[in-house]
């Protein structure tokens, strides 16, 4: 159902929640076998708008993108884990939405795989807020089947990518973003599907389908709350994510 704000006309917010043709295999995801995967709900939304406004991954190479500039190496690095059983929770709270790849939203407290990981390798080498894990046991280029992996594996081998994070400011000018975006519900970002025409196309062309949208004019929140910040500005600052192919 729409929220009352939503419109073309008015050049705002169009939602449709949940698109099952194109939403059946995105959802949220943690990583914990005992729990099994959630399904949950997911949405689709066409834009036609913390304290802590990047993960600890983006902070380190997050800047502001201007139009000569060219993207930096990819950051990856290989995974080692054994969870010992399938009802060992990995450690992760992640999420599917891209389709693609797993994209850490969060590491779990406690001992589990990863926090052990992490408390044993040098800074480079940790599991962090921000990342994407592109392969599981060879496993790519599906969210779903990667998360199947680590379900169905107790040895496990993750290809993780550091985040390249940027910003983007828009003035919108009053017109539509010109935006598709899929996002979970438990998520806390928002992913381009498509970018239609718009204040985005037209203002910020290093913008790509895939890009994470984390943050709007340094507030972080929920999907619905990235959403209505967006709405209410007629110029936005966009901290964004992107997983380098």
Known sequence: RQPSWAGRGAGEVAASRGAPHRMAAWWLWSCCCAEGVNEGKASFVSLTPAQDPFSEGCRQ?????????????????????????????????IDLSDGKVLHVCSIRPGNNPVTRHNSVVAKENQ????????????????????????????????????????????????????????????GTSLVITDIGPGAVR?????????????????????????????????CVELGMSRCLV
């Open 127 to 186: 599991i962090l807020p921000g990342d994407y894990i592109k392969a599981v046991n060879g496993i790519s280029n599906s969210s779903t089947a990667l998360a199947e992996a680590v379900m169905q594996r107790t040895t496990l081998q993750l290809v993780v990518q550091r985040p390249y994070c940027f910003s983007m400011r828009i003035d919108r000018a009053h017109e539509p973003m010109g935006l598709d975006l899929n996002y979970s519900e438990k």
């Open 61 to 93: 190479v997050h800047r502001t993108m201007s139009p000569s500039d060219q993207e930096p190496l990819q950051q990856v690095f290989r995974v080692d884990l054994d969870k010992g059983s399938n009802e060992t929770p990995l450690g992760l709270h």
């Open 202 to 234: 037209r203002r910020a062309k290093h913008v790509l389908v895939g890009d994470r949208i984390l943050t709007v004019n340094g507030l972080a929140g929920t999907p619905e709350q990235l959403l209505m910040y967006i709405k209410n500005a007629n």
